[in-house]
C-alpha cells in the first residue's frame, strides 16, 4: 500500500513560523497544529520587535481561543 504524501510537516511548519515576509492563511484538520504554529509565528515576529497590534488573529471555536490564551 503506497502512503499518502504529508503536504504539512514539521519542517514545513518551522518554514511557516520563520518567514515573517508574507501573509499566512491555514486550513488543516483538527490535531494539525495550527494552533501551536501560529502562536509561535506570532512570538516569533514579537521577539523580533514586531508590534502585538500589528496583528490580527481570528479563532472560530471557544476552544481555540482558550488554547490560544494557553499558549501565550
Known sequence: MEKKRRFWTERRKREYI???????FIIAG????KTTLLSR???????GGERLSHFLLIAFTEEAVQEFKQKN
Open 18 to 24: 520563520r518567514n515573517v515576509e508574507d501573509n499566512l
Open 30 to 33: 483538527p490535531g494539525t497544529g
Open 41 to 47: 509565528r506570532i512570538l516569533n515576529q514579537i521577539m
